[in-house]
């Protein structure tokens, strides 16, 4: 009877021991990510350019947000897929991975994610569709949707309390394209940006030298060749630019999940300021007002689309002289705005 009893215990010792031993390993698993809908999270809102052109886009607020306060404002660019008129899909892939993280820097930011119109493009590149690595952006508009995005990125910028020393844009595939173009058409607008597995016009790189860029792209990447990404980073290290090429040997097209986890990626981001780009002179070279232009149509004379002149890549000199009229004209006119202000004074 005894022996009984002891091996009864036994067998009841193992089955404790077991499930403790279990439980334990149970909870040292990795938890899964508690799904974020982020939709509850951005705020829903339309705009109407001053040319008649609407842009559906959501925008998100830090929890804490206080008007007296300063914050960051990132401008987030969506893909191909994404494109439409729900207000929704844009949030789907690519900018909602930091929110994942609850600790995420983003969380302190204001975040605007505009949706492009689901028979338009930020960057019109149908006629270069099977040549991403040699898109020449003379020979194509500003598309509406694009320019209507930035007027309501600085309509965004003036009505809240943003850092206007700190505001930035990054955009995946078909965003990443839109990235750049921005970048090349307004090249005061961003403090710094981060274009994933786009594409660029590598003959503007002398325009965007001196803006901190961090590029990434997929080397395997079969729907958009990385050739149109590493064109503009060789340009660009040929004359100093401020650039970061991070590429993904394995990777595909699909980057931006992998990319936007990383821990790194935001506070380099956010440590970028204009003023450390113009240490002595940030007043004077903040963006100008910007007169108003006529509508992109695609028609247009594409001598005229891009004033900057043709850099020739072959001397330092060359470069230096063409380094940015965008940035010297948008000088002159901030000083004489700010002059005629002191007259009236």
């Given at each position: 009877?005894?022996?009984?009893?002891?091996?009864?215990?036994?067998?009841?010792?193992?089955?404790?021991t077991?499930?403790?031993?279990a439980?334990?390993?149970t909870?040292d698993?990795?938890?899964?990510?508690?799904?974020?809908?982020?939709?509850?999270?951005?705020?829903?809102?339309?705009?109407?350019?001053?040319?008649?052109?609407?842009?559906?886009?959501?925008?998100?607020?830090?929890?804490?947000?206080?008007?007296?306060?300063?914050?960051?404002?990132?401008?987030f660019?969506?893909?191909?897929?994404?494109?439409?008129?729900?207000?929704?899909?844009?949030?789907?892939?690519?900018?909602?991975?930091?929110?994942?993280?609850?600790?995420?820097?983003?969380?302190?930011c204001?975040?605007?994610?505009?949706?492009?119109?689901g028979?338009?493009?930020?960057?019109?590149?149908?006629?270069?569709?099977?040549?991403?690595?040699?898109?020449?952006s003379?020979?194509?508009?500003?598309?509406?949707?694009?320019?209507?995005?930035?007027?309501?990125?600085?309509?965004?910028?003036?009505?809240?309390?943003?850092?206007?020393?700190?505001?930035?844009?990054?955009?995946?595939?078909?965003?990443?394209?839109?990235?750049?173009?921005?970048?090349?058409?307004?090249?005061?607008?961003?403090?710094?940006?981060?274009?994933l597995?786009?594409?660029?016009?590598?003959?503007?790189?002398?325009?965007?030298?001196d803006i901190?860029?961090?590029?990434?792209?997929?080397?395997?990447?079969?729907?958009v060749?990385?050739?149109?990404?590493?064109?503009m980073?060789?340009?660009?290290?040929?004359?100093?630019g401020?650039?970061?090429?991070?590429?993904?040997?394995?990777?595909?097209?699909?980057i931006?999940?992998?990319?936007?986890?990383?821990?790194?990626?935001?506070p380099?981001?956010?440590?970028?300021?204009?003023?450390?780009?113009?240490?002595?002179?940030?007043?004077?070279?903040k963006?100008?007002?910007?007169?108003?232009?006529?509508?992109?149509?695609?028609q247009?004379?594409?001598?005229?689309?891009?004033p900057?002149?043709?850099?020739?890549?072959?001397?330092?000199?060359?470069?230096?002289?063409?380094?940015?009229?965008?940035?010297?004209?948008?000088?002159?006119?901030?000083?004489?705005?700010?002059?005629?202000?002191k007259?009236?004074?």
């Open positions: 009877m005894k022996r009984l009893i002891a091996i009864f215990l036994f067998l009841v010792l193992c089955i404790t077991s499930s403790v031993l439980s334990a390993e909870d698993q990795p938890k899964t990510e508690e799904p974020i809908n982020m939709t509850e999270l951005f705020e829903a809102k339309s705009f109407t350019s001053s040319k008649g052109t609407k842009i559906n886009y959501r925008i998100f607020f830090p929890k804490d947000y206080n008007p007296q306060k300063k914050y960051p404002l990132i401008l660019l969506h893909g191909l897929g994404q494109r439409g008129s729900d207000n929704s899909s844009q949030l789907n892939l690519g900018i909602c991975e930091p929110f994942k993280n609850p600790n995420s820097e983003i969380y302190q204001i975040v605007v994610a505009p949706q492009c119109p028979d338009a493009l930020w960057v019109d590149t149908k006629q270069m569709w099977d040549v991403y690595c040699d898109y020449d003379t020979k194509v508009a500003e598309t509406a949707p694009l320019a209507a995005m930035v007027e309501l990125f600085r309509k965004t910028r003036d009505e809240n309390a943003v850092d206007e020393n700190r505001v930035y844009v990054t955009g995946i595939s078909m965003g990443g394209f839109g990235t750049w173009d921005l970048l090349v058409r307004h090249p005061l607008l961003f403090t710094a940006a981060m274009p597995c786009g594409g660029a016009d590598y003959r503007k790189a002398s325009v965007v030298k901190p860029i961090w590029t990434f792209h997929g080397q395997k990447d079969a729907v060749p990385c050739r149109g990404t590493e064109k980073v060789a340009e660009l290290e040929k004359i100093g401020n650039i970061t090429y991070t590429p993904y040997p394995e990777h595909g097209h699909n931006w999940e992998d990319i936007y986890k990383r821990d790194d990626i935001f380099w981001l956010l440590s970028q300021k204009f003023s450390d780009r113009f240490p002595d002179q940030y007043e004077e070279y963006e100008p007002e910007k007169e108003t232009e006529k509508e992109p149509t695609g247009e004379d594409p001598q005229n689309l891009v900057e002149p043709e850099i020739k890549k072959s001397s330092c000199q060359s470069t230096a002289e063409g380094i940015a009229p965008a940035i010297l004209t948008a000088s002159a006119a901030a000083l004489a705005l700010r002059k005629k202000k007259e009236k004074e």
